[in-house]
């Protein structure tokens, strides 16, 4: 039997992030079913509400970085709103923030102000060069974390400038990590540890953990690895192909049996053959320029479909280049559930498609709940039972709340 109430029902995590990094880190707890808090400054909200493409005003990032969530205003620099936040935390499983080194201190909301009100307090703190060390105090964004991690060199083609990827990886990855080390520091009463702990996440060091071994590589050999564009040195075939009717495809064949069923596929048969010079991963590597210009010129040749359809039958792993268009076309995307329509209130109820919940759980997957909530939408529910009618009265007459 599975459960609709998600892998983390019961949980409260309050949300004082902004932007994504943050943000994307409640996200993923509100897609797994816990109580996602987040605190907004009044009147203004967050700034990711203007992220992304306008649609009747709303950035349209925002519907997907806070679905699920409930939205309640604080002045957190005002003594009134710090006490309060104070007693919300005192009630929360995990606290979220990713504000510059210090600023929590500042507001009398650092971890020894949190653990006192909560002992059992999970914080955790993204920054972007994280809570010690020589650079703490700089300011940083994510694509800062891209470029230090080594990541940026990498991203491009050889001889021109670094590029972008043109979505903020930097700062999602830092939020996933923030959530895996929320889990973690959880589950350490199981390691007789004590629960309340601070997971300390800095965005270079989020997207450092996934520079393979550019590092072993330049301490035993000496290379720095340079940009390559499409490919990996020394792994072919791999690459993006071009087809017959303009459009790009991904073809996957570096290993041994695969590549020698692309050959069939392609009808080269003998390129698998003894003395083709293919017919090893290190030969294939040695000629990778020579053999990613003969598939080329096949491919060319080929509609997409018709190529992606031989290949598909042989075994072989290739796919098209989708844009969003193809996205939001595509049958597999749709039976995985991977495109959801959620009514949202920010877009006056209407519904928008956004991507599906990741990963997926067997007995308590994550869902949807909602749409993304609107500014201060929840500050009666939240706030009533934590400080009272009273003290809510007063600090919304104050413009605290």
Known sequence: MTSRGGALCGLRVVEAGHIISG???????????ADVIKVEPP???????????????VGLYWPVIARGKKSVTLDLRQAAGQQAFRDLAATADVVIENFRPGTFERWNL???????????????????????????DKAGFGVIGEAMSGFRHLSGEPGRPPVRVGISIGDALAGTQGFVGALLALLAPRAGRPRGQV??????????????SVLPEYDKLGTVR???????????????????????????ANQDTVFTRLAVALDRPEWSEPGSGYTSHVERGQRQEQLDAEIAAITITLPAAELVDRLDAAGVPAGLIYTAADIAGDAHFAAREMIVRVPDATLGGEDLAMPGVVPKLSGTPGQVSCGSPLLGEHNDDVWRPVIGDRRLAELTAAGVI
């Open 23 to 33: 943000p994307f880190c409640g996200h993923l707890f509100a897609d797994h079913g």
């Open 43 to 57: 009147v203004a909200g967050d700034g990711m509400r203007q992220w992304g493409g306008q649609y009747k005003g």
């Open 110 to 136: 650092g971890w020894d102000d949190l653990h006192a009100v909560n002992p059992d307090l999970v914080l955790v703190r993204i920054t972007g060069y994280g809570q010690t060390g020589p650079a703490r």
């Open 199 to 212: 997971v300390d996440v800095a965005l270079y060091e989020a997207m450092w953990m996934y520079m393979e």
């Open 226 to 252: 340079q940009p390559t564009g499409p490919t990996l040195p020394g792994v072919a075939p791999s690459n993006v192909y071009p087809t017959g009717d303009g459009q790009w495809a991904v073809i996957g």
